[in-house]
Nanobody
């Protein structure tokens, strides 16, 4: 079955950096687009970044120039490098296997990893 395990979150001061990882299993990782989402308390889950199987990327306007999504197909892992963090980046971060037909969010989620940015 599909499993997604996020890690790398933590508490960091504003302006700091974190690198999130998502280890995937149970599907052919290399042919699927992957995404990072985040959900702040009391808010909906929002798309942060997408990477296609070919390595093309797309970002939410709020993180462009600060976050970088990447993937290592040999390790079945997708990463999110987060720099210049702001308090408004505080959220639980989730990775997701995008629907291969629509590129909308897929059905499988990990447990998430908490990112807290202090001011």
């Amino acid at each position: 079955q599909v499993q997604l395990v996020e890690s790398g979150g933590g508490l960091v001061q504003a302006g700091g950096s974190l690198r999130l990882s998502c280890a995937a299993s149970g599907f052919i990782f290399s042919v699927n687009a992957m995404a990072w989402y985040r959900q702040a308390p009391g808010k909906q889950r929002d798309l942060v970044a997408v990477i296609t199987s070919g390595g093309s990327t797309n970002y939410a306007d709020s993180v462009k120039g600060r976050f970088t999504i990447s993937r290592d197909n040999a390790k079945n892992t997708v990463y999110l490098q987060m720099n210049s963090l702001k308090p408004e980046d505080t959220a639980i971060y989730y990775c997701n296997v995008l629907n291969p037909l629509t590129y909308n969010q897929g059905d499988y989620w990990g447990q998430g990893t908490q990112v807290t940015v202090s001011s």
